[in-house]
């Protein structure tokens, strides 16, 4: 915006940059840009704080508009292969109970209790056998059958595949 004497002016309307960093907030977004005209709002957060930069739009390409760098994401720890829960040919004769997903297998309930089911325990069909978890989100793995437990395949929180074989029900 020009004024009489030719100045470049820029009168920001503080509702629109109230309503941007709300947009900001209430869609936990990083950043956010309006353009109009000669006049460009950016309202950025970081450390959870938003904070607005003005910028007209005809900066010389020369100079970008400065941008928040993003934390850098730690890497993955790398899972030895023998740990994924590999299918193997069951040693126990019996029916496998396979993994129905990808996930971290626990034999307990909870940390420093019984496990479900152990070897040579009689179990009915719809018993719970162990838990997956799974994003976050506990998934118990039913008895398919009624039967023995012959063989337990998994340790406890040991990471699983999908179709990977966690027990043996004879």
């Keep these: 915006m020009a004024s009489s004497d030719g100045k470049s002016q820029t009168a920001i309307d503080p509702r629109l940059v109230r309503k941007l960093a ?3 907030h209430a869609t936990e977004l990083t950043e956010i840009e309006v353009e109009h ?38 890497a993955a720890p790398a899972m030895p292969a023998a740990d994924v829960g590999t299918p193997e040919a069951p040693v126990a004769e019996g029916d496998v109970v396979n993994s ?28 719970t056998l162990l838990i997956v978890e799974a994003m976050k989100t506990m998934n118990p793995i039913p008895a398919p059958k009624s039967g023995v437990i012959k063989e337990i395949m998994v340790g406890d929180a040991d990471p699983v595949e999908f179709g990977a074989p966690l027990m043996v029900i004879g």
Excluded: C, N, W
């Design 37 to 74: 005209g000669e006049l460009k709002i950016r309202v950025a957060r970081k450390s959870g704080k938003p904070q607005m930069v003005m910028a007209p739009t005809t900066m010389p390409s020369a100079m970008p508009t400065p941008m928040p760098s993003l934390p850098e994401m730690p």
């Design 100 to 127: 129905p997903m990808v996930g971290t297998a626990y034999l307990q309930p909870e940390p420093g209790s019984d496990p479900f089911v152990s070897v040579g325990d009689q179990v009915k069909e719809g018993q």
């Design 22 to 24: 709300d947009i900001l």
